[in-house]
């Protein structure tokens, strides 16, 4: 396999984290024989790669797999003639006394299925440990661990990018073998994330008392999934686009954005209730609808996008009430002080300032 000329990294990044890599491998292969191609809001044009480029993807795992977005990207870009192509997923590195790794599971290989299907020769490909960032679930990762752990994946991506750029391979390792067997395993999770659990999660999100308007969030969103409501009173809103990237969490300068816990728990109730269910046993005790009906693959198929409807509207009407009730200020302070992430550190790459995205 031969060297490649230049250099294309499609990056994906919420915390700074995957731009971080990304910044690594421009800066092992020159930046001037480099292009960085930022996933996000604005659909950056995909253009066939140039006859001796190498394509590179960059992202976090989110859910043990690819946000949405990246397979939406890497479903865009051109078709090629094996043109090399490798990937990167950073995943969700901890400290606690040792590097306790993440599992990215299928995220790289429902990527690298996507650009083997467009043509692309796969190179390499590589589950990164970062500090983790979610922040929805963990406090941020104090400075010293996050050096050690981002100390550990500089040394691993130059290691990585030495065999690439020199034209060998990176695929069969025991942690690839790893985590393809363990990707396989949690499909059904990553799955459920992808159809349903992203959008709960992007409800989640709202601004505590301490947010001034100022809409930073808004702006900055990767996705564009937070918009400013409000006449005089201006506060951002979550909108399904979210990805949960932890962007806006991490670099709030007043520290401002929250997940709800206990809202998490109101929509565990309202979303599993089985709205199908309760209609099918209406309809049975009307005479409507018979016991052999019940059991054909078409109802059940009906019933399960009923199901599914209603978990969304619930998401979105539960989080629309939500969202009103917080603007009064005692019940922001109310559900603020009862949310584990008021009191949770904030995490970003600490080399990393908004500017950088
Ligand atoms: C919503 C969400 C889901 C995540 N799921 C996983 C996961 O399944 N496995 C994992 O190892 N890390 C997971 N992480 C951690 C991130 O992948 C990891 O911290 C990554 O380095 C963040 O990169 P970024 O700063 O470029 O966004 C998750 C993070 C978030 C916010």
């Avoid at 709960?200 to 930073?216: M, P, V």
């Avoid at 599993?272 to 046993?281: E, K, M, P, Q, Y």
């Amino acid at each position: 396999m031969k060297e490649c000329l230049s250099l294309c990294l499609h990056v994906f990044s919420g915390t700074g984290n995957s731009l971080r890599a990304a910044h690594w491998l421009a800066e092992g292969f020159g930046w001037e024989r480099s292009r960085l191609v930022r996933i996000g809001r604005a659909k950056a044009p995909v253009t066939s790669p140039a006859p001796d480029s190498l394509t590179g993807f960059i992202f976090p795992t989110h859910g043990f797999t690819a946000p949405c977005i990246v397979l939406r990207h890497a479903l865009r870009m051109p078709r090629t003639r094996r043109a090399p192509a490798f990937i990167i997923a950073s995943r969700a590195g901890t400290w606690p006394g040792f590097l306790l790794p993440g599992l990215s599971g299928n995220a790289m290989y429902l990527v690298a299925l996507i650009l083997l299907c467009k043509g692309y020769h796969i190179r390499g490909l590589r589950g990164l440990d970062m500090p983790s960032n979610w922040m929805s679930l963990h406090w941020g990762l104090s400075q010293r661990h996050a050096a050690k752990i981002i100390a550990r994946g500089k040394r691993d991506i130059e290691k990585f990018a030495g065999k690439i750029f020199a034209g060998r391979r990176h695929l069969l390792s025991l942690n690839n073998l790893l985590e393809l067997v363990l990707g396989i395993a949690f499909f059904p999770i990553s799955a459920a994330y992808l159809i349903l659990g992203r959008f709960c999660l992007a409800k989640l999100f709202y601004a505590n008392w301490r947010c001034t308007g100022c809409g930073q969030c808004a702006r900055d969103c990767p996705v564009g999934g937070i918009i400013l409501k409000g006449n005089e009173v201006k506060r951002p809103f979550w909108t399904f686009a979210c990805e949960s990237c932890m962007h806006c969490m991490g670099y709030c300068p007043e520290k401002a954005v929250e997940t709800s816990h206990p809202l998490a728990i109101v929509f565990y109730y309202t979303g599993t209730f089985s709205l199908a269910g309760a209609l099918s046993a209406w309809l049975m005790r009307s005479h409507l609808l018979t016991v052999s009906l019940q059991s054909a693959f078409w109802f059940r198929a009906v019933h399960l996008l009923i199901n599914y409807g209603y978990m969304l509207l619930s998401f979105f009407l539960v989080y629309w009430l939500f969202y009103h009730l917080v603007r009064i200020p005692a019940l922001n302070r109310l559900f603020t002080s009862l949310t584990l992430t008021h009191y949770y550190r904030r995490y970003h790459e600490p080399g990393m300032i908004r500017k950088d995205f």
